[in-house]
Every structure is written in structure tokens, then in C-alpha cells.
């Protein structure tokens, strides 16, 4: 029978030593291991739930600026650059069926990689995808069809995962879909089953139902603070994990916007993409820019202590966040690159110091969970 998850909460809050084997560091520990071999495995995640399990990259490649509105993309430059973050040990792509030739791309790579590489590379390369399906009536030759099209997108025989998307939670066929598509994982032309953009409630009702789910993406980064207030907890309860995006805000969290005077038209960055406007709001909504600027200004002295970059520490900040299992950076793939940046995530290790500071800067913005509601409920607000 399926568990209750509010019954296994109800148990576990009033225990102390529940957190106790969880082996990665915790923001504001005192006590940290700084060995090379604790640096590189924390390079891999793996999300599991029952038998299923697979293991990921944790700081993912983002696809979504694949889809257009970011500039034009070449397919070869943009696969030849895929190896490159492939070769450079960041081998987990994050896509979705609408996300433009996402997928398209991703079947091009993969052959690459399966003609060019050893099979011990190929073991490595994760591919996740996501389903955004209207809520219509959700039949098994419904979902079916809608798998098999990104399984041949994707030039895959079983998808590593498939993330599932619902817009309407007064629409229970969320469930029918996710039993289905756990029937396809039964098949084996699914690896993993998990989530995108659920609240809290969903996600404890969907684990009730049996579902098991390994992982549920979200927006999440150090303005965006909404997972840690109620859906981290059940995460780490539960075992599912987050996968995290806007972790660098579009961009507006790097050296490129500090100081920038947006008031003024042509005198700084322009917010020319789908993202920086996307994250514009989140800024505005929690506290402006004025206030974004002191915290940039926080996060600089951070990075130059550390003699890394202003992302490099924003998405280290999230990683070590409760219930995080890997974060995500857009990837413009053949028209720009932050590999170095990206794998100097691994290596950095944020002190006490740091992170007071960075807690001192952001609590001086609005709760976004109070402002917006929670996880994904800015995706289905009237």
C-alpha cells in the first residue's frame, strides 16, 4: 500500500537525528571536508526513488535557450559544443519537447558521441527531457504517443527521464498521466519518472498515490529562496531530490549586471532575452533593483575572496541548499560557453562568513513564497 507521507512527516519532525546521515554539506556547517575526493563526488548526484535510481551530473546543462530569443543556432556548432561540456565532465543535458530543436539536438549528440567515444563515456551522458501536455483527458495511448515522439527525438530506446509538467491542479488527470507513464517506466521506455514546477501539496498527494517519483525541478536560486520553506523538508523526507532553475537568474546574477543602471535606456545590458525578462520580474517582485544591487555587490566580494565568478557562487549557494540534487545553467550552445565557471562549482567551498553575508543581503527582500505562492504557482496564476 502506498505510504502516508503526512504520517512519515508527522513521525519525522519531531526527530532529531533524521538528517543525521545525510552526507553532503550543509550551508553554515562548521565542519568541512575539503579533500579532492569529496570535491569530485560531489560533481555526481543520484536521484533515486524504490528501484529506481539514476545518477546525474550536478550542475545540469540547461536547453531551454535552445528554443529561440536567444540568438540564432547553427545544429553543428551547436552539437561540437555539447561535446565540449560533454569532454569537460559536464555531461547532463536538461531539455524539454518544447523547448525548440531540444531534443533534435540532443539525438544529433548522442550518435556523436556513440560513433566517437568509448562506451564508458557514453554511460555518463544523461539526457533529461520533460512532457508539458495540455490537461486534457490523459489516456495510456495518449501519453504513449507523446513519449514515443521524444524517444524518437531523441534517438533513445528509454528516455533517462521524463519530467512532467501539469497546468491545472483542479484537473486530477495529473495522476492517471504519472500512472501511465510509470507503466512506460515498467516497459522500459522510461528510466526515471519525476516532476517539474509541482507545489508541495501536489507532490506529497502524488507520493501518496504510490507514484515513484525521483526528483521535481524548480525555480530556485539566492532571491528565489520559496523550495527551502516548505518543499525541501518533504524532499528530505521523502528522498526525492530538486533540480533546480534560475539558479543564475538569466544572467542578471554575474559581474555583467552590477552596478548596471537599467533606468536609463542604452546605458547598460539590455534585458534582450526571454530569460533576463523572465528574471527581471522575479527582482522586482522581490525588492527591486536598488536592493538586487546590494546583493550583487555582496555576492562580488564573495567571488573575488574565492577568485571565482558571481554564478559560480550563486549556484554553489544553491547546491548546498536542503534537498538539492543539481542545479541548472541555460547553455547558448555556439554562441557562448562558461564550462570554467561551471566546473569551478565543484571546487568551491563557501565559509561561515560567506554565507552570513549572503543570508544578511537576501532577507533584506520580500518571501517570494508569501508574494508569488509556492513552487510552479507562478505558472498558474489567473
Known amino acids: 500500500m502506498p505510504v502516508s507521507v503526512h504520517s512519515v512527516i508527522?513521525?519525522?519532525?519531531?526527530?532529531?537525528?533524521?538528517?543525521?546521515?545525510?552526507?553532503?554539506?550543509?550551508?553554515?556547517?562548521?565542519?568541512?571536508?575539503?579533500?579532492?575526493?569529496?570535491?569530485?563526488?560531489?560533481?555526481?548526484?543520484?536521484?533515486?526513488?524504490?528501484?529506481?535510481?539514476?545518477?546525474?551530473?550536478?550542475?545540469?546543462?540547461?536547453?531551454?535557450?535552445?528554443?529561440?530569443?536567444?540568438?540564432k543556432?547553427?545544429?553543428?556548432?551547436?552539437?561540437?559544443?555539447?561535446?565540449?561540456?560533454?569532454?569537460?565532465?559536464?555531461?547532463?543535458?536538461?531539455?524539454?519537447?518544447?523547448?525548440?530543436?531540444?531534443?533534435?539536438?540532443?539525438?544529433?549528440?548522442?550518435?556523436?558521441?556513440?560513433?566517437?567515444?568509448?562506451?564508458?563515456?557514453?554511460?555518463?551522458?544523461?539526457?533529461?527531457?520533460?512532457?508539458?501536455?495540455?490537461p486534457?483527458?490523459?489516456?495510456?495511448?495518449?501519453?504513449?504517443?507523446?513519449?514515443?515522439?521524444?524517444?524518437?527525438?531523441m534517438d533513445v530506446a528509454s528516455l533517462d527521464m521524463l519530467q512532467f509538467?501539469?497546468?491545472?491542479?483542479?484537473?486530477?488527470?495529473?495522476?492517471?498521466?504519472?500512472?501511465?507513464?510509470?507503466d512506460l517506466k515498467e516497459e522500459g521506455k522510461i528510466k526515471t519518472v519525476a516532476l517539474t514546477n509541482f507545489d508541495t501539496k501536489r507532490l506529497e498527494i502524488i507520493l501518496e498515490n504510490g507514484i515513484p517519483v525521483v526528483s521535481n525541478q524548480v525555480q530556485h536560486s539566492i532571491v528565489d529562496m520559496r523550495p527551502q520553506q516548505r518543499m525541501a523538508q518533504l524532499c528530505e523526507l521523502t528522498g526525492v531530490k530538486l533540480i533546480t532553475y534560475g539558479t543564475v537568474m538569466g544572467g542578471l546574477l554575474s559581474e555583467k549586471f552590477l552596478d548596471a543602471n537599467l533606468t536609463i535606456p542604452f546605458a547598460g545590458p539590455s534585458l534582450n532575452t526571454p530569460s533576463l525578462q523572465k528574471y527581471k520580474r522575479m527582482v522586482d517582485a522581490w525588492g527591486g533593483w536598488s536592493l538586487f544591487q546590494g546583493l550583487l555587490r555582496t555576492m562580488k566580494s564573495i567571488?573575488?575572496?574565492?577568485?571565482?565568478?558571481?554564478?559560480?557562487?550563486?549556484?554553489?549557494?544553491?547546491?548546498?541548499?536542503?534537498?538539492?540534487?543539481?542545479?541548472?545553467?541555460?547553455?547558448?550552445?555556439?554562441?557562448?560557453?562558461?564550462?570554467?565557471?561551471?566546473?569551478?562549482?565543484?571546487?568551491?567551498?563557501?565559509?561561515?562568513?560567506?554565507?552570513?553575508?549572503?543570508q544578511e543581503a537576501t532577507k533584506k527582500g520580500k518571501n517570494l513564497l508569501q508574494v508569488i505562492g509556492d513552487c510552479g504557482d507562478e505558472y498558474r496564476r489567473v
Open 165 to 182: 509538467h501539469w497546468w491545472d491542479y483542479a484537473n486530477d488527470g495529473y495522476l492517471d498521466a504519472l500512472k501511465h507513464l510509470t
Open 10 to 71: 508527522a513521525t519525522n519532525l519531531a526527530t532529531t537525528g533524521f538528517y543525521r546521515n545525510v552526507s553532503r554539506r550543509r550551508i553554515g556547517s562548521s565542519s568541512v571536508n575539503c579533500s579532492v575526493e569529496t570535491k569530485e563526488a560531489d560533481r555526481w548526484a543520484k536521484l533515486k526513488n524504490g528501484n529506481d535510481s539514476l545518477e546525474i551530473c550536478r550542475v545540469l546543462n540547461g536547453m531551454w535557450q535552445t528554443s529561440g530569443g536567444w540568438g
Open 303 to 358: 567571488a573575488t575572496k574565492h577568485g571565482v565568478s558571481i554564478p559560480t557562487v550563486a549556484v554553489r549557494y544553491v547546491l548546498d541548499q536542503q534537498g538539492v540534487g543539481g542545479s541548472m545553467i541555460g547553455v547558448r550552445l555556439g554562441l557562448a560557453e562558461h564550462i570554467q565557471d561551471a566546473n569551478a562549482i565543484f571546487s568551491l567551498v563557501l565559509d561561515d562568513e560567506d554565507v552570513n553575508s549572503i
Open 136 to 153: 486534457v483527458k490523459m489516456t495510456s495511448s495518449y501519453v504513449r504517443q507523446n513519449i514515443d515522439i521524444s524517444r524518437k527525438r
Open 73 to 134: 543556432i547553427d545544429r553543428n556548432d551547436a552539437v561540437e559544443a555539447m561535446l565540449r561540456y560533454a569532454d569537460a565532465g559536464l555531461s547532463t543535458f536538461d531539455m524539454a519537447d518544447h523547448y525548440g530543436p531540444a531534443e533534435d539536438l540532443y539525438g544529433i549528440f548522442i550518435n556523436r558521441v556513440r560513433r566517437e567515444r568509448p562506451p564508458e563515456y557514453l554511460e555518463k551522458i544523461k539526457g533529461l527531457t520533460k512532457w508539458v501536455p495540455p
